[in-house]
Each structure stands twice: as C-alpha cells, then as structure tokens.
C-alpha cells in the first residue's frame, strides 16, 4: 500500500492511498490550518468506526439480519499531554430493526473485533477500546 500527502496551505493537506479517493485534511487557525477538513486523530476514530462497521453489516448481511438502518457512534478521550494519543474509546453500535437477534449482533461484533478488524487490532495494542450495542425498533428517527 502507499498514500501521498500534500499541502494546500499552511498545515492544510489533502492526501490519497491505493483506492485514489483524495481525503481533506486540516486543525485550527490556531494550529496554521483553516478549519477545512477532519483532523488526523479525527480520521483514526472515522477509521476504526469505520473498519468495525463495514465488518460487522457484512457479517449480519450473511447471516440474513435484516436492519432498517444503522449506525455506529465512537467516542473517545486523549492525553493531555504531547504526543496527545488516545486513552480511551467507546463503539456504540446501533440496529435499528424489528426482530433482530442479539446472538447475531453479538457474534458479529465479536467477530470483528477478534478475527477482522484490522484498525481495531492495532488501536488496541495501545489505547483500551470498549464496544457496545443498542437495539431499537423501528428505523432511526430524523435529527
């Protein structure tokens, strides 16, 4: 695999990997950037939500789950101190559907985090990651 950063101004950055998808990067005005993009440690987080995510709808889509949506909260605290790392995230999963097995959404999730994974096997070698999961009837009302 490879990826390329490159900068648009001040620490503002857009970058690609193999699947040639162009991502905007940017921090602050305070850190020199505009306020135009996800931050870095914001992309791990989208990236671990993300990874469990895709994981866990295939595996309850072979399973034949039927979801009438879904979605998946991360929450997360980092260090005070420089290097800022995180120490902690929580995965919320939430099913929204009629009839939705629990062995299923658990097995899947398991699943996920101990076998497929592969952003959630390297966060855990060095911050705590809890999962959790709620499931509710119905599809998911608009905010």
């Not at 503002?12 to 699947?19: E, H, R, T, V, W």
Request: with cysteine; glycine share 8%.
């Amino acid at each position: 695999m490879q990826a390329i950063i490159k900068r648009i101004d001040g620490t503002s950055l857009i970058g690609k990997a193999d699947s040639n998808h162009w991502v905007t990067m940017d921090t602050s005005p305070a850190g020199g950037g505009h306020a135009a993009g996800a931050s870095p440690m914001e992309l791990v987080m989208l990236a671990a939500g993300g990874c469990i995510s895709m994981d866990v709808l295939a595996i309850l889509a072979k399973k034949r789950v039927i979801l009438e949506d879904y979605e998946c909260q991360v929450e997360a605290e980092r260090a005070e101190e420089h290097p800022r790392v995180y120490t902690r995230m929580h995965i919320q999963f939430v099913f929204y559907g009629e009839k939705i097995p629990p062995e299923a959404v658990e097995r899947a999730i398991s699943l996920s985090e101990e076998k497929y994974c592969s952003v959630m096997a390297m966060l855990r070698k060095s911050v705590p990651v809890t999962v959790g999961y709620e499931l509710r009837a119905g599809k998911k009302q608009p905010a």
